[in-house]
């Protein structure tokens, strides 16, 4: 952004305010977590959480979700992420969710 002669660089871009998923087990009759997910708030790495609308299903960002070195990924799951942690979200020690896609990196 330019303003004057001065040109600003945000440090974090302001995440997607909500996502709509579909389409998810669609060939057995559907999915609770076919639905609208909307932003709730930043983990404490600042990756955002988001929550659906009509089921208690949360789509968020974790970098380790067993604490023992798993690889970073999306993970839709019915736990509530604890926001305040930088890993294994859920607290489990595990990585038991629902569903996931491996990703390096949130910002990407």
């Given at each position: 952004?330019?303003?004057?002669?001065?040109t600003?660089?945000?440090?974090?871009?302001?995440?997607?305010l909500?996502?709509?998923?579909?389409?998810?087990?669609?060939?057995?009759?559907g999915?609770?977590f076919?639905?609208?997910?909307?932003?709730?708030?930043l983990t404490?790495?600042g990756?955002?959480?988001?929550?659906?609308?009509?089921?208690?299903?949360y789509?968020?960002?974790?970098?380790?979700c067993?604490n023992?070195?798993a690889?970073?990924r999306?993970?839709?799951?019915t736990d509530?992420?604890?926001?305040?942690?930088?890993s294994?979200?859920d607290?489990?020690?595990?990585?038991?969710?629902?569903a996931?896609?491996?990703?390096?990196?949130?910002?990407?």
């Amino acid at each position: 952004m330019n303003k004057g002669n001065t040109t600003l660089h945000p440090t974090q871009s302001v995440p997607p305010l909500a996502y709509q998923l579909s389409g998810a087990c669609s060939s057995v009759g559907g999915s609770p977590f076919n639905d609208q997910y909307r932003y709730q708030g930043l983990t404490a790495l600042g990756a955002p959480v988001y929550r659906a609308d009509s089921e208690g299903a949360y789509l968020y960002y974790d970098t380790d979700c067993n604490n023992g070195g798993a690889v970073a990924r999306w993970i839709l799951d019915t736990d509530v992420p604890n926001t305040s942690k930088a890993s294994d979200l859920d607290g489990d020690g595990q990585c038991a969710y629902a569903a996931r896609i491996i990703w390096d990196d949130w910002r990407q």
